[in-house]
């Protein structure tokens, strides 16, 4: 069949780990897996809105408002305990219990490069792997392999940016494309995760970058560099690391399919997100076509925050044609269009309102700093599980939730 191409699953690789074949991932056994995720939004990568925050929408912008709030020592204090309570042994338990069989987990570049160097360090100077975020992620590791969860990691924020937007941290133009520090920065970060997680079958896979180039940037001139960027960190990654899946974001908000050609190299699974579209096999036709062109996967990366019944339809269509999916987001802050939501603790809204000023200050805000730490000190206990509401008709309308049953009272409009 012309365009199809078919790579050799290695030897090796067949111990425990989930390879692409033609359209379908396969595990050991020969059976098909079909990805039924869940993001960890929020986590490793907060997002401003998931606060309630219209302003202070970028990682940098939020620490720069707890820093205010808090003062500098309190904040680290804070965002410690923060990455220890908002995903916890007990969210992992109750992820395989509702039926999920991955996590996807949006990754900062920040919690794993050495933060004792400044941004306009030598380039020449050799990277150091330091930082929070490798024990944060292999306790998720242990926890989901004890589960028997699989695990994507996703950079969502790549060194300089690779959107161009709030949700990369960067300068709001996408300088890993631009910045050859930059390049070589990503480059390295994926060669040194996938040296660590090489043998570890609890990883899916490695999500390279996440919505790669938005529409408010040189679309013309950035679109055909996007493949031979991802060869290049292929590459890297595949110089110590033959095991595990690769997956690869479209471009303009992982909507645009059409910058890719055939696939380059073995276990490449292809990415799109969609919110709000409509239902109908037409919302997904141009994935359909490339995967049937290159007899290559897809994942529905990022899809929800929308209804239970848009939920329902969405995941099914896609289910229909063969496409794993992993929906967003596991937790937020009092949504329905979640697995958790967290309920606000008390005094919240001026906290949300501090961070939806455009000069922010807590005198503004009608804050003391001893009570913006009793709220936020009120809020890491809030997002704990035990603290926070799971709604059971989200994860019935994306078909799981088995002996969960029960009435699902009107949506919220």
Not at 366 to 390: D, K, P
């Amino acid at each position: 069949m012309a365009g199809v191409f078919l790579w050799a699953v290695p030897v090796a690789a067949a111990d425990g780990f989930i390879h692409a074949k033609g359209r379908d991932l396969v595990a050991p056994s020969g059976e098909t897996f079909l990805i039924r995720g869940i993001g960890l939004g929020n986590w490793l990568m907060p997002e401003g809105y998931m606060f309630k925050f219209k302003k202070a929408r970028y990682p940098r912008e939020i620490a720069a408002l707890v820093d205010m709030a808090l003062g500098p020592d309190e904040a680290r204090a804070f965002w410690d305990k923060f990455r220890e309570n908002y995903i916890a042994r007990d969210d992992i338990r109750q992820i395989k219990r509702a039926g999920f069989n991955t996590v996807r987990v949006p990754l900062h570049y920040g919690l794993f490069l050495g933060q004792n160097r400044p941004y306009g360090a030598n380039a020449d100077q050799p990277l150091t792997f330091e930082g929070p975020g490798w024990a944060l992620v292999d306790r998720l590791i242990g926890w989901c392999r004890e589960e028997g969860l699989k695990v994507i990691l996703d950079l969502h924020a790549a060194p300089g940016g690779q959107t161009g937007v709030n949700h990369d941290d960067g300068t709001g133009f996408p300088l890993v494309f631009y910045v050859p520090r930059d390049e070589r920065r990503t480059t390295a970060l994926w060669r040194e995760i996938a040296r660590r997680y090489r043998d570890e079958p609890a990883i899916l896979g490695y999500e390279l970058l996440n919505e790669p180039i938005s529409t408010y940037n040189d679309e013309d001139m950035l679109n055909p560099g996007l493949e031979p960027f991802y060869r290049k960190l292929t590459a890297a990654v595949r110089e110590v690391d033959p095991n595990h899946l690769i997956f690869l974001a479209s471009a303009q908000w992982d909507q645009n399919i059409g910058v890719f050609g055939p696939p380059f190299a073995r276990d490449l699974v292809y990415v799109y997100h969609q919110f709000w579209s409509p239902t109908g096999r037409d919302a997904i036709q141009d994935y359909i076509n490339f995967s049937v062109r290159y007899n290559a996967p897809i994942l529905l990366g990022e899809a929800g925050e929308a209804s239970n019944q848009w939920n329902l339809e969405y995941h099914a269509l896609n289910e229909r044609f063969g496409f794993g999916w992993s929906f967003w987001t596991y937790k937020n802050l009092d949504s329905p269009a979640s697995v958790v939501s967290i309920t606000p603790p008390p005094g919240w809204q001026k906290i949300a309102a501090l961070g939806s000023m455009s000069q922010p200050s807590l005198e503004k805000a009608g804050l003391t700093r001893q009570e913006a730490a009793t709220i936020l000190s009120a809020y890491l206990n809030a997002v704990l599980l035990r603290n926070a509401q799971f709604n059971r008709c989200y994860v019935q309308s994306l078909g799981l939730g088995q002996g969960m049953d029960g009435p699902c009272p009107p949506e919220r409009k």
